[in-house]
């Protein structure tokens, strides 16, 4: 399972490329919409080989990836059971940003195809952004309670890093303010209908991540006196 989360990752960092390349050479024009204002209108023009741009960093971000759970690998002092299965977690993640990158980069191919679909989904574009960006926080969430103590996956800070208890008491609560941030992010999102919904993404995760770390650090500070 864990081997097929990493050939599922090279995969999907290369799908994108494998879908922009047919359609720079077959589907798009010569010139196509490479920019939109925030009516949903066309305000710059490009060549089509721009097509190509998102995709080659999606590829760069998945080479980064690999050097950097290569290096960790090697360098880490920690358990390696507890090291593979971090690194497991992080796998996940991983895919589950890039299955997104797939689903973003045939969204952009079909704009740069057909601009007036995004004029037409002037309404609907921030809802279906901030539902994809509260998702991923919930995901993110669920995933942060599961990770053992480390020094590259979860949330670290000084007084949860010197037992697996308080590990799991910051990291388990700053998991439920990722959900409730998430939550929030989905419903302004649906409320809002316009660019102003970050504002409240980003206050709510603020206040739960804050409330969070306060609520763990007193918890971890009772249960040591």
Not at 33 to 55: M, V
Not at 116 to 144: H, P, Y
Not at 154 to 180: F, P, Y
Request: charged fraction near 15%.
């Amino acid at each position: 399972m864990k081997k097929f989360k990493r050939i599922m990752i090279m995969i999907l960092a290369v799908l994108p490329m494998i879908y922009s390349a047919i359609a720079v050479f077959f589907i798009l024009p010569d010139t196509v919409a490479a920019h939109f204002g925030l009516d949903g209108t066309p305000d710059r023009y490009g060549s089509k080989y721009e097509a190509f741009l998102f995709p080659a960093i999606i590829l760069v971000i998945t080479l980064l990836y690999f050097l950097y759970r290569k290096f960790q690998q090697r360098s880490s002092k920690e358990d390696n059971d507890r090291t593979a299965r971090n690194l497991d977690i992080l796998d996940t993640v991983i895919m589950i940003v890039m299955v997104l990158f797939n689903a973003l980069c045939v969204f952009l191919l079909t704009v740069m195809k057909h601009p007036a679909t995004m004029k037409n989904m002037e309404n609907n574009i921030f809802v279906i952004i901030s539902t994809v960006v509260g998702v991923l926080f919930i995901l993110l969430g669920n995933i942060l309670p599961k990770t053992k103590p480390n020094s590259f996956v979860g949330v670290r800070l000084s007084w949860c890093m010197d037992s697996d208890e308080h590990w799991h008491i910051t990291n388990r609560n700053c998991g439920i303010a990722m959900v409730l941030s998430g939550i929030c992010t989905v419903i302004a999102g649906l409320i809002v209908r316009n660019g102003t919904y970050v504002i409240y993404m980003i206050l709510s995760l603020i206040l739960f991540l804050t409330v969070a770390t306060i609520y763990s650090y007193v918890i971890i500070k009772g249960k040591k006196k």
